[in-house]
């Protein structure tokens, strides 16, 4: 099931209260769109200058709020839920209708590398996600896409930890 994200506040995107009325209007038109590409029409459309320091504090917050919505609707946050695990694996092209077990789950995950974002919104479109055959390789597509997940936010979700990779 596809869930429709609410819209953050202003106050959680650090942007001044006369946007109120733009929000809405931004996110649903976007709904269907990638995070990154729904953080764009937020910034359009309240004019946001990018590479301002109002706009990277817009998007960090807005891909923060964005990610840890996307995962726990998807995922959760129960580290000991076999479906959770057999979900991930699934975004990610592993077959886990072959895995009977969280075990079988991490093994099977073991060697996968994602971005934390594509792996959200290929859940919310329930599509598989892009992998990388290392980290350095998910680390290098990371900085050239710009597709950056707060370290410190995946580190409260057990599941989510386990997608974080070095990038810098």
């Known amino acids: 099931m596809k869930y429709k994200m609410a ?3 202003n106050a959680e995107l650090h942007l ?3 946007t109120s009325q733009c929000l809405p209007q931004a996110m649903s038109d976007t709904e269907n769109d990638s995070i990154t590409a729904q953080f764009a029409a937020i910034a359009a459309s309240q004019c946001l200058r990018t590479g301002s320091q ?5 998007r960090r917050a807005f891909i923060a709020n964005a990610v840890n919505t ?3 609707q998807n995922f959760g946050y129960d580290d000991s839920d076999l479906r959770a695990w057999q979900g991930l694996c699934s975004t990610v092209g592993i077959d886990s209708d072959e895995l009977p077990n969280i075990r079988a789950c991490k093994e099977a995950l073991a060697n996968v590398h994602a971005n934390i974002i594509d792996l959200v919104d290929a859940a919310n479109g329930r599509t ?3 992998t990388f055959p290392s980290a350095k390789a998910c680390a290098m597509y990371t900085r050239q896409t710009g597709k950056f997940y707060p370290k410190d936010e995946a580190k409260e979700n057990p599941l ?3 997608f ?3 990038v810098f």
């Open 160 to 162: 989510l930890r386990r």
């Open 54 to 58: 109002e706009y990277w504090t817009a």
């Open 70 to 72: 996307g995962f726990s």
């Open 128 to 130: 598989t996600c892009r």
């Open 16 to 18: 001044p209260a006369h």
């Open 164 to 166: 974080l990779v070095e």
């Open 7 to 9: 819209a953050p506040s």
